[in-house]
């Protein structure tokens, strides 16, 4: 079935630093991919998507692009800020429902 | 802000009793799901629904039972609490899932003893 597959976390970085966080997809079909966030005690909510291959999904100064030959949509931000500490989410879009990766939680230090 | 309201917030209830957590919508959205969150596991999705009436089961949906008799309430009964389903509920609503982002609601924190 379809799946999604996160980096383990923590990952822990110092401002200003470059951040990526993995994550690949196995799916049948063309499915939309997202990136969620949630902040402590708070839900998700949704940080990007790209609907199809090759599509950039951009917000916040983070980016992530669909890559069909990869099967990946990974997470990038060039310059990242205590204010994104948070834990990230990548998910596709099955039938009906979206199905979530594990989450990765992001620490930013001053 | 999307309008979904959960209830309650809290609950701790013990072994073997029934507890039902609500979630309240008042986007008129289609689509409505129920997840749980675990350490280690992410989000984990229970049950949906997809029209009043209209339910189907997710990845962990043993021991849950869902309601939907109008759109703008989505229940999640817990038959008979077990320690295991001891967890943050979150409920979540969309549009169209292939495409609009789902809004969630701010969590139920279910402790059972």
């Given at each position: 079935g379809d799946s999604v597959t996160q980096m383990e976390g923590p990952v822990t970085l110092s401002e200003e630093a470059f951040l990526t966080i993995n994550c690949t997809y196995t799916a049948t079909g063309y499915p939309s991919l997202f990136w969620y966030v949630q902040y402590p005690g708070e839900g998700l909510q949704l940080l990007l998507k790209a609907t199809k291959a090759d599509d950039k999904g951009s917000n916040k100064g983070f980016e992530a692009t669909y890559r069909k030959e990869t099967t990946s949509f990974h997470l990038e931000k060039g310059s990242v800020q205590v204010s994104d500490s948070a834990v990230y989410f990548c998910a596709l879009s099955g039938t009906d429902k979206l199905i979530f990766g594990t989450g990765t939680r992001l620490q930013v230090f001053p | 802000d999307a309008g979904i309201t959960q209830s309650p917030r809290h609950k701790v209830t013990e072994t073997g009793t029934p507890v039902t957590l609500r979630c309240h919508q008042?986007?008129?959205?289609?689509y409505m799901y129920w997840y749980r969150q675990d350490p280690g596991h992410g989000l984990r999705l229970i049950h949906y629904s997809y029209g009043v009436k209209d339910t189907d089961k997710g990845e962990?949906?043993?021991?849950y039972s869902v309601s939907r008799s109008k759109t703008e309430d989505f229940l999640l009964t817990l038959e008979s609490a077990t320690s295991s389903q001891t967890s943050v509920y979150f409920c979540a609503i969309t549009r169209d899932p292939s495409n609009s982002p789902l809004h969630f609601g701010n969590g139920t924190r279910l402790t059972v003893t």
């Amino acid at each position: 079935g379809d799946s999604v597959t996160q980096m383990e976390g923590p990952v822990t970085l110092s401002e200003e630093a470059f951040l990526t966080i993995n994550c690949t997809y196995t799916a049948t079909g063309y499915p939309s991919l997202f990136w969620y966030v949630q902040y402590p005690g708070e839900g998700l909510q949704l940080l990007l998507k790209a609907t199809k291959a090759d599509d950039k999904g951009s917000n916040k100064g983070f980016e992530a692009t669909y890559r069909k030959e990869t099967t990946s949509f990974h997470l990038e931000k060039g310059s990242v800020q205590v204010s994104d500490s948070a834990v990230y989410f990548c998910a596709l879009s099955g039938t009906d429902k979206l199905i979530f990766g594990t989450g990765t939680r992001l620490q930013v230090f001053p | 802000d999307a309008g979904i309201t959960q209830s309650p917030r809290h609950k701790v209830t013990e072994t073997g009793t029934p507890v039902t957590l609500r979630c309240h919508q008042t986007e008129n959205h289609r689509y409505m799901y129920w997840y749980r969150q675990d350490p280690g596991h992410g989000l984990r999705l229970i049950h949906y629904s997809y029209g009043v009436k209209d339910t189907d089961k997710g990845e962990v949906s043993d021991g849950y039972s869902v309601s939907r008799s109008k759109t703008e309430d989505f229940l999640l009964t817990l038959e008979s609490a077990t320690s295991s389903q001891t967890s943050v509920y979150f409920c979540a609503i969309t549009r169209d899932p292939s495409n609009s982002p789902l809004h969630f609601g701010n969590g139920t924190r279910l402790t059972v003893t």
